[in-house]
């Protein structure tokens, strides 16, 4: 079976806001985020930091969601990376909360590749969530804070998986990008060109 890991740990300093908890098309982005994966996972490991208070109060009554607070979030996004690694057991979905509009159709694809570790393509440019067998998690989990995500995928060897979801590639940083995002979910009613 599969886990989720949500990275939720960032300060959203570029945003000026919580981007957590903002709202497109009456849910929140971290909703958006575990509704997509929801159908391909058993659970979701939410790994917080900075707005762990709000993450715990919008979500402690949800069975399929485990929170986990990342004491060293200030560290970067990786030590969030190490922290949901070492609470989940099984193959994970790795995706950070400000990538929460990946398609169905990507996670089963993900689900259908053959190697160890596993990312989304679009149009040439790899993306998220990144998938990993459960046999290379805990080596993952092992791996020192000052190194990535992208620099252990690119060691281990991954294979890529294309899609013609442009959302792997999105990025979610600026209170422009939220409300430009806000604006294209309303335009297309929730359905992305």
């Known amino acids: 079976m599969t886990q989720g890991i949500i990275l939720a740990g960032g300060r959203s300093e570029r945003a000026s806001t919580?981007?957590?908890?903002?709202?497109?098309?009456?849910?929140?982005l971290l909703e958006h985020a575990l509704d997509a994966m929801r159908p391909f996972v058993r659970e979701t490991v939410?790994?917080?930091g900075a707005h762990h208070a709000s993450v715990v109060?919008?979500?402690?009554?949800?069975?399929?969601?485990?929170?986990?607070?990342?004491?060293?979030?200030?560290?970067?996004m990786f030590t969030s990376v190490l922290c949901g690694a070492k609470v989940a057991k099984e193959d994970v979905f790795i995706l950070?909360?400000?990538?929460?509009f990946v398609?169905?159709?990507?996670?089963?694809?993900?689900?259908?590749?053959?190697a160890e570790i596993r990312v989304p393509r679009h149009q040439g440019r790899l993306g998220h969530p990144i998938w990993l067998s459960a046999s290379i998690r805990e080596t993952l989990a092992?791996?020192?804070?000052?190194?990535?995500?992208?620099?252990?995928?690119?060691?281990?060897?991954?294979?890529?998986?294309?899609t013609d979801d442009a959302e792997v590639l999105?990025?979610?940083?600026?209170?422009?990008?939220?409300?430009d995002k806000k604006l294209k979910y309303e335009r297309t009613d929730g359905h992305e060109d």
Do not use: H, M, W
């Open 18 to 28: 919580n981007k957590l908890l903002f709202t497109v098309g009456g849910r929140i």
């Open 142 to 162: 092992n791996q020192a804070a000052d190194t990535n995500l992208k620099a252990f995928r690119d060691r281990i060897g991954f294979e890529c998986i294309d």
């Open 103 to 114: 398609a169905g159709a990507t996670y089963a694809k993900l689900l259908g590749g053959t």
């Open 46 to 48: 939410i790994v917080t």
């Open 96 to 100: 950070p909360a400000d990538c929460p």
């Open 170 to 179: 999105s990025d979610l940083d600026t209170a422009q990008d939220l409300e």
């Open 57 to 76: 109060d919008r979500f402690r009554e949800r069975e399929d969601v485990l929170i986990a607070y990342n004491p060293d979030y200030r560290e970067g």
